[in-house]
């Protein structure tokens, strides 16, 4: 269900201000005249506002999944150490401390965000293979219109793409100065180290050898996860905020010109486009353009 829900998140923010003067000036040039009358059909005006708001949802749902996909990650290795740092003394103390809490509040949430983020995925491909490169649209304005946003969009994550590698270069030059603490793992080394212990020496030595590498080899792989989840979240978080300006603005347009709700109606699913007798569900109302609150009313 499409709904506008409460987000708590300390991850990542949704800035759609900026882009507040960039969507008022798209609806002045290209969907109203200066009498305020629409320059493009009421359907396209719906058609418009599904791909604005996909395009949204598409980013919000990698925010979001992203999040909880690492946040599970992380909890399972934890407690899959929990074990097998165990296996050998039962009395020795578990490695990881898991509160109830951070147990299950990843993993509770983590298959539903997985398959919104695959379903608004399909849904997000057919509404712009439809809208921005099919015949659903019939004016030249409403034509117009979608490639103005699509340009623009792509200027905001190029730009956040170039903020991006400031991001990289800055790691890139504290990682080299500083002392690495840990060798470089291989995983040939890694068993050359293993099995001679596990055959020759002890039992013991090859299972603590076991446990080092696997808390050095995934601090490592989660270091790199984190970084390729902080590259995307700042290209997501711009895209995100830029088309929520938008949506917000085309939404109010509709609702503003007292158009049957049926212009207000979500026409694509992870299929494809919806016969209109299929046409049930309507877009969630944003806030009121001139409100912003970083963690709630993002829409869902």
């Not at 882009?19 to 002045?28: L, R």
């Not at 150490?81 to 898991?98: C, F, G, M, V």
């Not at 990289?168 to 293993?194: A, R, S, V």
Request: hydrophobic share 40%; proline share 4%; charged share 20%.
């Amino acid at each position: 269900m499409h709904s506008i829900k409460t987000v708590n998140s300390t991850s990542f923010k949704i800035d759609d201000r900026q882009y507040h003067e960039k969507a008022i000036d798209w609806i002045n040039r290209y969907i109203l005249d200066s009498q305020g009358n629409l320059l493009i059909y009421p359907k396209e005006a719906q058609l418009i506002a599904n791909a604005i708001y996909f395009s949204f949802k598409r980013s919000y749902c990698t925010l979001v999944g992203q999040k909880a996909a690492l946040q599970s990650l992380d909890a399972i290795w934890k407690g899959w150490q929990n074990i097998a740092q165990t296996r050998l003394d039962p009395s020795k103390e578990h490695p990881y401390r898991l509160v109830e809490q951070e147990k299950m509040q990843p993993l509770e949430h983590f298959w539903t965000y997985h398959d919104e983020h695959l379903k608004i995925g399909k849904t997000y491909t057919h509404a712009i293979n439809h809208v921005v490169n099919g015949d659903f649209l019939l004016s030249i304005n409403a034509k117009n219109s979608i490639v103005h946003i699509r340009n623009n969009a792509r200027t905001v994550v190029a730009q956040a793409i170039t903020d991006v590698k400031k991001y990289i270069g800055k790691l890139f030059y504290t990682n080299k100065k500083t002392p690495k603490n840990c060798k470089n793992l291989n995983f040939l080394d890694y068993l050359f180290d293993y099995m001679p212990k596990l055959a020759i020496a002890s039992f013991i030595q090859a299972n603590s050898a076991n446990d080092t590498v696997s808390e050095e080899s995934w601090n490592i792989l989660m270091k790199i996860q984190d970084v390729g989840k902080t590259t995307w979240q700042m290209i997501e978080q711009e895209r995100a905020g830029f088309y929520l300006a938008f949506y917000k603005a085309i939404w109010h347009i509709i609702k503003n010109a007292e158009l049957e709700d049926d212009h207000l109606k979500i026409a694509f699913d992870q299929n494809g486009p919806l016969p209109i007798d299929n046409q049930h569900e309507l877009l969630p109302e944003p806030l009121p353009i001139s409100m912003y609150n970083p963690t709630e009313n993002m829409l869902e």
